[in-house]
């Protein structure tokens, strides 16, 4: 926040100040006066006192009094006017209390304290409970008591509010960090930095009085705006980033008794002759002995018929009135894009907020007064509810007295236009619409927020539109029709067994309530009941009974559940058993080896049982991540407290709706993207989902048995897979590094894969990477309790050098110069070492594609890692190498012509092979897994190695940079130095480069000392993986070239430094410290 600058005093302010003390004396502490008594605003309204310690020969109060202090006054506003001309504003009143606190605690004693540091885009604050009302004069008072913390708070008078932002606060004090006194109004859009200086013990006090807010500085008057609204409910009002306030003082009471809850603990069900409702008054404040007139006379009043009490609670200094609605949760009908459930509506997908709502089925009948109440629940948004007379639309604007209740304010709406806006909203509010002779009236708890004018001799409806989730239960005075409502159970008597022929199920339907006969049809048109030969599957029935009707009644035809994964717990009949009793912490769980293919509708369903209703947890899930939690169920259902169905999706609480019985049904039902919750026949939830995924059963238990879960799908699990593809390699060649692209295919198992990469291109989560340099990663795929882990070769493919005479290279294969079936005798095998080098020290390896597993195309190449002495083409010189037995279809490991494992993987055409050494480890890779390790290897630079026999071998991808070049090394200044030739035109003698300090922990040097090399040069210095440090051109002109560079930024390791004139290149190596 950016305050104004202050001016600097005038000569003219210390002549006034000069004269001011030269006439008038006081005490240098609080500045005026202190109140020295308070009234308690109870059975004490007028013991207040006031001494002032301003001294003066005659002394004026506003209330009539003559002398210098008073006594036994009231709160409120006072003047007094000292020897005719100075004028003191005095606040007699009572420390403030605080309320709407946001990261801010009430200190007491009118204090109010930030709990954290914070700043004045976000501050502290918070507003006192007392109020102004209208046309009421009055205000507060504070002393300046710390200057160094005066700068870390504003405070003012406002209308009342929930926000902590000096923006909230329509009129305010400040006091600059230089100690200037600063005057704020407009919601802080204007002010006045003023020319005083605020010292210690000065007095800040600001009052309202008509339209004027005045705003003094000790006896000084600083401004005045006269833009207030008399009629305005007043609150002090405080944003604050640090520490503690002064006490504030307020010139209004707090009352006593404010706040006044009730809960309705037994409903009249409207059908016996007898009142059965019950209601129990809680006040949330006020002195303790409370007495209860009106409606009720007692704080738990019983026998009652449902309708609108009045009830009067008073604690002996205030009073308060309650209006009650006794009555039932609202029957909906008329619902469009919409579902119910014990007086909840819940949307559809499709719902907006101009097509979807319901009306009551009763109504407020005509010259009755009574409505509708509800409890303000933070989770639940997006809905409007209230009272209309017709049901016009399902429109919000056709709503004719409405409440929308938004972040933390209330809104009225009538007949969509809106009439009142209301702050101070909370959690767990209480709002209430209600008929009271001719006007409808708005309640906020016991608060009344508007009357608005309505006949009394219409009907009344409950009327809603909702475009969330779902509303809070809406409960109405006025009782619902007592027709039972229709429904459909069915009992699966006989069940697919997906072993043997299909086919096999058979259902018996059974209508409940509604007035007439029932008659059924399956969505196959068939009216059987019952029905057999039925398939596995998800089947809807439509029940009619009379005028009425329940259509598409989800049918789950299948088998019971086979449970897997499991943990701490065994299964039987598709029942989970926990083997110990445990809690929620750590459930006992398990996971269907069946699953719901994707994009297929189908779910699972289990009747209640009659005990042990809240041990258990069952649903969907996209993945069994983890058996032991409850929170890794996608879609679930828990039987909660009073018997209410709770529904979680991933761990988080969607919200609690209808009762259970024993014996009812649970269904839970992909049915396109949605799934769908129902209680028997009855939709009570629709949430998003993803059809292009499978969903299995899953299921957790903390004590004794779960009921039996059928599913309407058999498929078992297949085993989870894991390939790649480099779809870019990084071809080393560029300015830029970084252009691999590797996507990663999963299959099998649960899906919903989760995919975790490390190593030399850092960590990610995606099955599509990209910007890689060449590298072994590794990757990690998860799949419910399934996981793999496998090593990912970021390359290209191998540029072969070495190649035998006769044989030729293309796209990293080798196509043979002969066409034999042995690997010893004559003709001899053709072969090839790649150009590019795997230094030692770094990890990296090969890995390739098998285009054929024909016994006339494996047995024909041994492909593998060798160092640079392996310069013949016969196999038995690759010293780590892998050959594929055309017999067996095993994959043999071979190390220097010694055979060390040969492993049954039952070989396919696409399997890949990889080669990846790690330290001083060989690994050898089937796919993703490893069939051996070769362990103390030996330190040396290693090279991709070939040796073919017949035909071509596949293509070789190697993690090691291609450059094109074969890098021949010779020992020179202790095996520093490595030379390669580009065009063979001179013999380059390795004495010629030379680099110091070698090894260096930063700045080097690079002499070189070649009298055929003149002209320009180039200078590029790589790192192991080919990727560019720094480039420079020099010009060499005498027999010697010195150039100078600084490594000290980059990371410890093999780096190369590479000089190129017009006829040759030459390499040395650095080794950075």
């Known amino acids: 926040m950016n305050h104004s600058s202050t001016r600097l005093f005038h000569k003219k302010y210390w002549l006034l100040i000069l004269l001011f003390f030269s006439s008038i004396s006081f005490s240098w502490g609080q500045f005026g006066y202190t109140q020295t008594e308070s009234n308690d605003c109870q059975a004490n309204t007028s013991i207040a006192d006031i001494d002032v310690s301003i001294m003066g020969s005659s002394y004026t109060w506003s209330n009539g009094a003559s002398t210098q202090n008073i006594s036994d006054v009231s709160n409120g506003y006072y003047t007094l006017t000292i020897d005719g001309s100075t004028v003191l504003p005095v606040i007699v009143g009572v420390p403030v209390q605080w309320k709407n606190l946001v990261t ?149 009471c707090t009352p006593s008794i404010n706040y006044v809850t009730y809960l309705q603990t037994l409903f009249d069900d409207c059908t016996t002759g007898a009142s059965e409702g019950s209601v129990t008054l809680t006040p949330q404040d006020g002195s303790g002995s409370y007495t209860y007139t009106g409606g009720a006379t007692v704080a738990n009043p019983t026998g009652l018929t449902n309708g609108l ?3 009067t609670v008073n604690d002996g200094f205030a009073f308060t009135t309650v209006p009650v609605v006794v009555g039932n949760p609202i029957i909906w009908d008329n619902l469009s894009n919409a579902s119910q459930s014990q007086g909840k509506l819940f949307a559809r997908n499709s719902s907006t907020i101009d097509n979807a709502g319901a009306f009551s089925s009763a109504a407020l009948a005509a010259s009755t007064d009574g409505g509708i109440t509800y409890t303000h629940n933070e989770n639940f948004r997006y809905y409007m509810v209230g009272l209309s007379t017709t049901d016009a639309s399902a429109s919000w604007s056709s709503l004719q007295y409405s409440l929308l209740l938004s972040q933390d304010n209330i809104y009225i709406y009538e007949s969509g236009v809106l009439v009142g806006t209301y702050p101070d909203l909370s959690n767990g509010d209480r709002l209430t619409i209600v008929r009271e002779g001719s006007e409808i009236a708005y309640y906020r708890n016991n608060v009344l927020l508007k009357r608005s004018v309505v006949s ?47 086919g096999e199920g058979i259902v018996s339907l059974q209508g409940v309530g509604g007035t007439a006969a029932y008659s059924y049809t399956w969505n196959n048109a068939s009216t059987a009941n019952p029905r057999s030969t039925l398939e596995k599957g998800l089947y809807t029935v439509t029940l009619e ?52 293919p994707s994009n297929t509708d189908g779910g699972i369903t289990y009747l209640i049982s009659t005990l042990d209703r809240g041990n258990y947890q069952i649903g969907l899930s996209t993945t069994g991540a983890d058996a032991s939690t409850w929170e890794s169920q996608g879609y679930s259902v828990w039987i909660g407290i009073q018997n209410r169905i709770v529904i979680y999706e991933s761990g988080t609480e969607i919200g609690d709706f209808a009762s259970v019985n024993a014996g009812d049904r649970i269904s839970i039902i992909r ?64 300015a830029g590094t970084g252009e691999g692209e590797i996507t990663v295919n999963a299959s099998g198992a649960a899906g919903g894969y989760v995919y975790g990469w490390t190593g030399n291109n850092g960590a990610a989560a995606t099955a599509t990477r990209t910007t890689l340099s060449r590298g072994v990663d590794e990757l990690t795929v998860t799949s419910g309790a399934s996981s793999i882990t496998t090593p990912v070769i970021s390359g290209a493919l191998v540029n072969w050098t070495s ?65 640079s002495t392996a310069a013949s083409p016969e196999w038995e010189n690759l010293k780590y190498s892998v050959y594929l037995n055309p017999s067996t279809l095993n994959v043999d490991v071979y190390e220097s012509g010694n055979l060390q494992t040969s492993t049954s993987v039952s070989l396919a055409a696409n399997d890949r092979i990889t080669i990846v050494k790690k330290g ?79 090894p260096s922990s930063g700045k080097v040097t690079v002499r070189l000392a070649d009298q055929e090399i003149k002209g320009n040069v180039a200078i590029r210095v790589i790192d192991v993986l080919g990727r560019t440090i720094l480039t420079q051109n020099s010009e060499k002109q005498s027999s010697t070239l010195e150039i100078s560079f600084d490594l000290i930024n980059q990371k410890a390791g093999i780096y190369f430094v590479e000089i190129t004139s017009e006829n040759q290149t030459q390499r040395i190596k650095i080794v950075k410290e």
């Open 309 to 311: 009490l009045q009830v």
């Open 545 to 596: 009974s009379g005028t009425a009707s329940v259509t598409n009644s989800p049918i789950v035809v299948g088998g019971i559940v086979d449970w897997t994964t499991l943990s701490n717990a065994s299964q039987g009949g598709g029942t989970l058993t926990a083997t110990t009793d445990t809690d929620w912490n750590t459930p006992a769980g398990g996971f269907s080896s069946n699953q719901l």
């Open 803 to 867: 190649v035998s005479v006769g044989a030729s290279t293309s796209n990293g294969t080798v196509t043979s110069a002969t066409n034999d079936n042995l690997y010893s005798g004559e003709p001899a095998e053709s072969g090839a070492l790649s150009t590019n080098v795997l230094p030692n020290g770094v990890n990296g390896g090969i890995t390739f594609i098998i285009p054929s597993v024909l016994a006339a195309d494996v047995d024909k190449y041994m492909i593998g890692l060798s160092p």
């Open 104 to 252: 801010s605690t009430d200190a007491t004693n009118g204090q109010l304290q930030a709990s954290q540091i914070r700043d004045w885009t976000n501050p502290a604050g918070g507003h006192s409970i007392g109020k102004l009302g209208s046309n009421q004069t009055g205000g507060f008072t504070y002393v300046v008591d710390n200057l160094s913390t005066a700068s870390n708070l504003m405070v003012g008078l406002s209308t009342p509010n929930t926000s902590a932002k000096f923006t909230s606060i329509r009129n305010s004090f400040f006091v600059s960090s230089d100690n200037k006194l600063v005057v704020y109004w407009n919601n802080g859009a204007n002010s006045l930095a003023t020319d005083i200086t605020v010292t210690t013990n000065d007095r800040l006090t600001m009052v309202r009085s008509g339209s004027n807010i005045n705003y003094y500085h000790n006896t000084t008057l600083v401004y005045t705006d006269n833009t207030a609204t008399p009629t305005d409910e007043l609150v002090v009002d405080m944003s604050i980033i640090e520490g503690t306030s002064p006490t504030i003082w307020f010139s209004v």
């Open 920 to 998: 001083t480890s060989m690994e050898y890779y089937h796919n993703n897994t490893l069939i051996r390790t070769s362990t103390g290897i030996d330190a040396e630079d290693l090279y991709a190695d070939i040796t073919v026999i017949s035909g071509t071998s596949p293509a070789v991808y190697a993690s090691f940079c291609n450059t094109g070049l074969r890098v021949g090394e010779s020992t020179v200044d202790g095996g520093n130095t490595s030379v390669k030739k580009v065009v063979a035109t001179n013999d380059i003698s390795a004495q010629t480069l030379f680099a110091y300090p070698n």
């Open 456 to 502: 009394s001799s219409v009907e009344l409806f409950a009327d809603a539109t909702i475009w969330g989730d779902e509303t809070p239960v809406i409960y109405s005075s006025f009782c619902t029709s007592t027709l039972s409502t229709l429904g459909l159970t069915y009992t699966q008597t006989t069940f697919d067994d997906c072993n043997t022929a299909p």
């Open 671 to 734: 049915r396109g993207s949605n799934i769908e919750y129902y209680l028997n026949s009855t939709l009570i939830r629709t949430s998003a989902t993803t059809a292009a995924q499978p969903l299995f059963a899953d299921i957790s238990v903390i004590e004794g048995t779960s009921p039996a879960v059928y599913a309407s799908f058999c498929s078992n699990l297949s085993d989870l897979v894991v390939s790649y593809t480099q779809t870019v390699v990084d071809d080393c060649a560029t």
